[in-house]
Nanobody, 120 residues
């Protein structure tokens, strides 16, 4: 099995920056994809950014040019650098990882979520 642990959320003023981290641990053979979703109060969970095995990245239109996703393969860790934050970025951010483990291939794991609050 595997676990994801997120860190880096918090409170920041509009225009500021935060960096989220998510480390995957456990009996991992390979990481097929990692990324971030977010869910604001009263809204559906939405994909923010993802990085496929290798370096292919995908971003929501609302964060393009402001957020950057990256991965440290040696540490099984994905990062989300968030710049020029806006109040509408306020949400709980969830890390996910599509992993091959000793038990099963291609299973998606989720972190517990980290709160990001952007004040105006």
């Amino acid at each position: 099995q595997a676990q994801l642990v997120e860190s880096g959320g918090g409170l920041v003023q509009a225009g500021g920056s935060l960096r989220l981290s998510c480390a995957a641990s456990g009996s991992i053979f390979s990481i097929n994809a990692m990324g971030w979703y977010r869910q604001a109060p009263g809204k559906q969970r939405e994909l923010v950014a993802s990085i496929i095995s290798g370096a292919s990245t995908n971003y929501a239109d609302s964060v393009k040019g402001r957020f950057t996703i990256s991965r440290d393969n040696a540490k099984n860790t994905v990062y989300l650098q968030m710049n020029s934050l806006k109040p509408e970025d306020t949400a709980v951010y969830y890390c996910y990882a599509d992993l091959d483990t000793v038990i099963v291939n291609g299973k998606v794991y989720w972190g517990r979520g980290t709160q990001v609050t952007v004040s105006s």
